[in-house]
């Protein structure tokens, strides 16, 4: 049988390391979070091959050989997601409301597999509604997809069944993601009109130095005395840019493409490497109105996690550390790092979170107020709320700025290339009167 050395957070939030033997890399990541450990890491060790499931016998290695199959059938060439985060949040709730309706969660999944339109997801609630028949939990089923089902989700869930409220926890986490979901389509609908502003902007642009400006350097070369030489250096500048469009410096324009596509693939690999990507954040933090939203949409989505989390019955070391794999900064991420490493050695929560200095001292205070109150989820999910206005408003004060700059913008640079199309009509003016 084939080992793996594995690399694990237990429920006191501690990271723990060893190697285990299973058939499979599905086996053993069940087995460890069947001990109540969160894998976050884990490799096949010397490079032996997984027994096969047609050798197991009795009821445990027959769930283990399932899961085997289970991989099998899923390893297929694919396409992006299985299902998207508006898909499974649809499947938390349906499923939350089939639980409080008085069905098993066996029948739950047979419910949802029968009436899922998606083959893919479909194929991967089978699997899970196997893995249930075999007598494992749902957390051990849903563990086994993790580009699925994220960290957050697989604990909350096995907080769930640990306290016998599966139904209450799905609903949670429904809600959850609603408001998750919510706050980005925001976003991204406010972001919807400056993109189309560009991208008239370049369309405009474009048409004008490819069809109208050669037209006019004919013209301009045949009708000024001194020819190009007597052109505005505006005029040139642009006559300049306009060459670089045209066939006859096609080969140019793909070099000058090269280049750019070069420098943005370089930019988003240096700011994704671990320096490059704690630099990226704290600018980011410090620039005017982006900063002030950055930090707020964090700050939500850390209070939100958080929240969830504690309330479903996670420990809150091992919430800490979820929150702090999500959350989206480093900045952020690091600092949680270390009030993780000081709530580990008996402090509370609220002191080293104000000592960090990265989140606002409201936030520390309504914490500080839930520890001593005994409600600190209730104080996070409300703080969450107060956050989520509070980017809303934001995201509508950006947009109501980007809006006027964007088209002064357009203004500027089309109205560039019209005086500078135009300076030489003038000198042609003026040599014919003369």
């Known amino acids: 049988m084939p080992k793996y050395s594995y690399t694990a957070i237990d429920s006191s939030g501690k990271q723990k390391t060893g190697k285990i033997a299973a058939n499979s890399e599905d086996e053993a990541s069940s087995k460890l979070s069947s001990g109540g450990l969160m894998v976050s890491k884990i490799e096949e060790i010397g490079g032996g091959k997984p027994a096969k499931a047609t050798k197991a016998k009795g009821p445990s290695r027959k769930s283990g050989g399932g899961r085997a199959s289970s991989k099998k ?70 563990a086994q997809h993790p580009k699925i089902f994220e960290p957050i989700y697989v604990n909350m869930i096995r907080a769930g069944e640990a306290g016998g409220v599966l139904d209450v926890v799905l609903l949670r986490l429904a809600l959850f993601m609603e408001k998750n ?43 000024l005395p001194g020819g190009e030489s007597e052109m505005p250096g505006l005029t040139k500048m642009v006559i300049a840019f306009s060459n670089a469009l045209t066939p006859d410096s096609f080969m140019q324009g793909i070099i000058l493409v090269g280049v750019i596509i070069a420098l943005i693939f370089g930019f988003r690999f240096a700011v994704k490497s671990g320096p490059g990507s704690a630099l990226k954040d704290k600018l980011v933090l410090k620039l005017p109105k982006i900063g002030d939203l950055a930090q707020k949409a964090a700050v939500s989505r850390f209070t939100r996690t958080f929240g969830t989390l504690l309330s479903s019955g996670v420990p809150i070391l091992q919430a800490l550390q979820i929150t702090r794999d999500i959350i989206g900064n480093r900045v952020l991420s690091d600092a949680l790092d270390r009030v993780h490493d000081r709530v580990r050695d008996g402090e509370p929560l609220a002191t080293p979170l104000e000592q960090q200095r990265v989140f606002p001292t409201m936030v520390t205070s309504m914490i500080d107020v839930g520890e001593e109150t005994g409600e600190l989820a209730e104080m996070l999910n409300r703080i969450a709320d107060n956050y989520d206005e509070d980017v809303d408003n934001a995201v509508n004060s950006i947009t109501s700025i980007i809006e006027p700059i964007m088209i002064v913008m357009l203004a500027l640079i089309v109205g560039t290339i019209v005086i500078a199309l135009f300076l030489p009509i003038v000198s042609i003016i003026q040599g014919l009167t003369q």
């Open 181 to 223: 979901l919510k706050t980005k389509k925001k976003v991204k609908s406010a972001m919807v009109y400056p993109v189309v502003v560009v991208c008239v902007a370049v369309a405009i642009v474009a048409l004008l130095l490819i069809f109208i400006v050669p037209r006019f350097q004919k013209i301009f070369s045949d009708m």
């Open 73 to 142: 059938k899923s390893s297929g060439f694919s396409f992006g997601k299985v299902i998207n985060e508006e898909g499974l949040t649809v499947f938390t709730r349906q499923l939350a409301t089939l639980l409080q309706a008085g069905l098993p969660l066996l029948r739950s999944l047979e419910v949802m597999i029968r009436q899922e339109k998606n083959l893919r997801f479909k194929e991967v609630l089978t699997h899970i509604a196997d893995n249930v028949r075999s007598g494992n939990n749902l957390s051990e089923g849903l």
